[in-house]
């Protein structure tokens, strides 16, 4: 059974910083990109930033520039770095990863249980 898990989450001054991190129970040559999205309460779930298995990175205008996302493609875990957290940022923080289209025999792609990130000012 594939399983994503979160950590790193929690309560944190506006200013400050946290480090989210993703391990995937994956065979390492099915991961593809990998990314980090979250929610905040009433809102749609959305992108926060993808990072593909060569180490080509996206992110959201929103976090440009106060957030990194790395990876450890041989332990299968993807990172978050957010630094100068503001208020705005506080939301449920979700782990993708998507699957390599020749692994047929997973689903196209899974995510984390989630991890609470709370800013306050």
């Known amino acids: 059974q594939v399983q994503l898990v979160e950590s790193g989450g929690g309560l944190v001054q506006a200013g400050g910083s946290l480090r989210l991190s993703c391990v995937a129970s994956?065979?390492?040559?099915?991961?593809?990109?990998m990314g980090w999205y979250r929610q905040a309460p009433g809102k749609e779930r959305e992108l926060v930033a993808t990072i593909t298995r060569p180490g080509s990175t996206y992110y959201a205008d929103s976090v440009k520039g106060r957030f990194t996302i790395s990876r450890d493609n041989a332990k299968n875990t993807v990172f978050l770095q957010m630094n100068l957290l503001k208020p705005e940022d506080t939301a449920v923080y979700y782990c993708?990863?998507?699957?390599?289209?020749?692994?047929?025999?997973?689903?196209?792609?899974?995510w984390g249980q989630g991890t609470q990130v709370t800013v306050s000012s």
């Open positions: 994956i065979n390492t040559f099915c991961i593809s990109t």
């Open positions: 993708n990863v998507a699957v390599t289209p020749g692994c047929t025999w997973l689903s196209g792609d899974y």
